[in-house]
């Protein structure tokens, strides 16, 4: 059984069939995540980006015979249209002349962790940066804005992500405590805005997880995967109208984000 990852595990926090559709799917990815992806290798190292001018048909000969070559030179290699390409380079050249996202970037890149166990069961993670004293996550993101950045990432679970490295190297030997997370906007002017993440919101990450975690453990012993949940759910109208169809609104935004480790 493959090590438990958390870019699967946060998958439980829809429900334990989004998760067994997630680690058993590989899915084309979407624009946010190939600018995002392409950003994260131009900054930190990875996987190669190669741009190809034409419309990505997979029908096009020439479009296969273009695939066919990158794999040959570059195997594993992203493709980007010159807008994506543009869009990446943007993202890279922001950070690369943010001295404070440089600082917080500093240290060993892309590591793999030893596994660890929870519970009897091994996990697995690869930070983006790791060092002595903290773990940091750079994530591309549609607003780097400090309010609107903090409720996108309680959306996209980041504390619990970067806790769940912090307890991996700690079990691991490793000595980081801190958490720090980069945020750069993927269109113009690619604003970069630093964060550290509190513990509080770390442990509050933490429970979250674990709490996935146990059912996780559930759905594996019984091989039952189950949706949303068993019995009928209530369709109400509720108290505060605007409030809902605000919310409903902001959750329309695209704001998937990079998620650069390997499953």
């Known amino acids: 059984m493959k090590p438990v ?17 997630h680690l058993n799917v590989k899915e084309r990815s979407k624009r946010q995540f190939d600018v995002g992806t392409a950003a994260h290798s131009m900054v930190l190292g990875g996987v190669k980006s190669v741009v190809y001018e034409g419309i990505r048909n997979p029908r096009a000969k020439a479009y296969q015979e273009f695939l066919a070559k990158v794999e040959a030179d570059y195997p594993g290699a ?8 543009a869009a990446a380079t943007g993202c890279a050249n922001s950070i690369r002349r943010h001295r404070g996202a440089m600082a917080l970037l500093e240290g060993r890149h892309e590591v ?21 004293e903290w773990i940091c996550e750079l994530k591309t993101t549609v607003s780097s804005h400090p309010g609107r950045f903090v409720w996108l990432g309680l959306k996209m679970h980041y504390a619990g992500q970067i806790d769940w490295y912090l307890q991996g190297n700690e079990a691991t030997g490793g000595k980081a405590r801190a958490a720090h997370i980069v945020a ?7 604003v970069v805005q630093c964060f ?21 453990r559930r ?10 949940q068993q019995c009928s759910a209530v369709f109400d109208v509720p108290e505060d109208r ?10 329309t935004d695209d704001d998937e984000e990079d998620e650069s480790e390997a499953a």
Not at 5 to 21: D, E, G, Q, T, V
Not at 114 to 131: F, L
Not at 196 to 216: I, N
Not at 219 to 228: A, M, Q, T
């Open 5 to 21: 990852r958390f870019s699967n595990l946060k998958w439980m926090a829809l429900s334990p069939a989004h998760y067994f559709h």
């Open 78 to 85: 992203l493709v980007l249209s010159p807008s994506e390409n």
């Open 112 to 132: 793999e962790l030893p596994t660890w166990d929870i519970a009897g069961r091994e996990c697995g993670g690869r930070p983006d940066v790791v060092n002595d």
């Open 184 to 190: 750069v906007e993927s269109s113009p002017p690619y």
């Open 196 to 216: 550290e993440v509190t513990p509080e919101a770390l442990e509050a990450g933490r429970k979250a997880y674990m709490q996935w975690f146990e059912d996780l």
């Open 219 to 228: 759905c594996e012993e019984s091989n039952h995967w189950p949706g949303y």
């Open 242 to 251: 605007e409030e809902i169809a605000f919310k409903f609104a902001e959750d």
